[in-house]
T-cell receptor
């Protein structure tokens, strides 16, 4: 298996623009997670899905952030409008069961100027 | 959300030395995971500890879960340059009795540098 795939790997955008991050989980995994990592706050869970259904979005910073999982093999995290404080590395991870290991993608480094 | 404090935040040692890093919380977790993250990559799971007092060994790495399941430690014997990375602990909270909904809370990590 190719592992969790994220795109793009790097994104530089101007404040106010819309940003869409993409994730393809490992086939057969029922759980998908979106995280954000910064030096100040560490690795934070934003939202996670079970069988394509959002279960906990309490980590989503504000209404500018939204996430979708239209099918078992694809998810998006959208920021609209983007702000400089959104600059971070965004990770997607998947797991087969809640008890199991989470497999992380390589991350998307987002810079908002 | 339960908080996990990791210490030290930074650690720089020479190859061959031993070290211990800590992960502490005031609350109880169902289980605790340790991950290692290398630059430009996502975290990779090293181990999961479930039972209070549990000790797990992974080659030169020894993981211990506190008796009360509130804290954990990672001890590395004879560190090698390949051990360099960010070590993250993550606590698992069950959000419902059925176990289908849960939350994984990460500490900020210990950045370990092993110098040759």
């Amino acid at each position: 298996d190719a592992g969790v795939i994220q795109s793009p790997r790097h994104e530089v955008t101007e404040m106010g623009q819309e940003v869409t991050l993409r994730c393809k989980p490992i086939s057969g995994h029922d759980y998908l997670f979106w995280y954000r990592q910064t030096m100040m706050r560490g690795l934070e869970l934003l939202i996670y899905f079970n069988n394509n259904v959002p279960i906990d979005d309490s980590g989503m910073p504000e209404d500018r952030f939204s996430a979708k999982m239209p099918n078992a093999s694809f998810s998006t995290l959208k920021i609209q409008p983007s702000e400089p404080r959104d600059s971070a590395v965004y990770f997607c991870a998947s797991s087969k069961h809640w008890r199991d290991e989470q497999y992380f993608g390589p991350g998307t480094r987002l810079t908002v100027t | 959300t339960q908080l996990l404090e990791q210490s030290p935040q930074f650690l720089s040692i020479q190859e061959g030395e031993n070290l211990t890093v800590y992960c502490n919380s005031s609350s109880v977790f169902s289980s605790l995971q340790w991950y290692r993250q290398e630059p430009g990559e996502g975290p990779v799971l090293l181990v999961t500890v479930v039972t209070g007092g549990e000790v797990k060994k992974l080659k030169r790495l020894t993981f211990q879960f506190g008796d009360a399941r509130k804290d954990s430690s990672l001890h590395i014997t004879a560190a090698q340059t390949g051990d360099t990375g960010l070590y993250l602990c993550a606590g698992v909270e069950l959000m419902n009795s059925g176990g289908s909904n849960y939350k994984l809370t990460f500490g900020k990590g210990t950045l370990l540098t092993v110098n040759p």
